[in-house]
């Protein structure tokens, strides 16, 4: 089974790819889109689902995604139908940093995609190149809460405690205006979403030839997550204004 059907098997009961639950969601929505009309982009938007909760909470804003996934673009076709907002969404089959758009966006939204671009300041410096002035970037990425085990760090990625992340960001010409830092709840519920569906899948589904492997793969994610991560790493969202914006 490759792995974009691995993912949205492990997605099936949390369709937001990070550990954050629906207030949370709904909450940096609302603070990253406070006019209620804006153009929003979502750079790496994989099934759409951060897209369409904001043109479900907001009748007059429009959006486009962009992702690599052609059965992720297509699952979030039906769900925008699905949903009535349709004539407001335009979605795009290409890599997210080879998109290019005539208009800017007032808001554009980069969650779970940083790897895309080769990290959090390199993701932002994609994201400024399409933000109208006085935009908003929402972005979501890992942090240290303590320092890892290089096990850990091989694991996940070079990322740097709360107070250095929000630093470089800051130092890299961007100003937070709201923020969230993950809660150890919200942590945990995404971690034992992911591999319990993807446990769940492979037990239903005894006489399928995949479900040996995903099986064997939500055992090992789940050890990973308590044996090598658990204690260590946090997430944190930012709802960021170009700093030179105000100047």
């Not at 969650?111 to 109208?132: D, E, N, Q, V």
Request: aromatic share 6%.
């Amino acid at each position: 089974m490759n792995r974009e059907e691995i993912s949205r098997i492990a997605h099936a009961e949390h369709p937001i790819k990070s550990p954050l639950d629906d207030d949370s969601v709904r909450r940096l929505l609302e603070r990253g889109l406070p006019k209620g009309d804006e153009r929003v982009l979502d750079l790496g938007c994989g099934q759409g689902e951060w897209l369409l909760r904001a043109l479900a909470a907001r009748p007059d804003a429009h959006a486009e995604g962009v992702d690599i996934s052609e059965d992720a673009l297509a699952q979030a076709a039906v769900a925008a139908r699905e949903l009535g907002v349709q004539d407001r969404l335009v979605l795009h089959h290409r890599k997210a940093e080879e998109f290019a758009s005539e208009e800017p966006f007032d808001v554009v939204l980069s969650f779970g995609a940083a790897h895309a671009f080769g990290g959090l300041l390199p993701t932002l410096a994609a994201a400024r190149k399409h933000l109208a002035p006085g935009g908003r970037v929402l972005i979501g990425d890992g942090f240290w809460e303590r320092p890892p085990s290089q096990e850990a760090v091989e694991m996940l990625g070079n990322f740097t405690d709360l107070a250095d992340t929000v630093d470089r960001v800051v130092a890299d010409g961007w100003t937070p205006v709201d923020g969230h830092v993950s809660t150890r709840r919200e942590l945990d519920d995404y971690e034992w979403a992911c591999w319990g569906s993807l446990a769940a899948w492979a037990l239903d589904r005894p006489e399928d030839p995949d479900s040996p492997e995903v099986l064997e793969t939500a055992n090992t994610r789940r050890t990973e997550w308590l044996r090598a991560y658990r204690e260590t790493w946090g997430f944190v969202s930012l709802v960021l204004r170009r700093t030179a914006d105000s100047a």
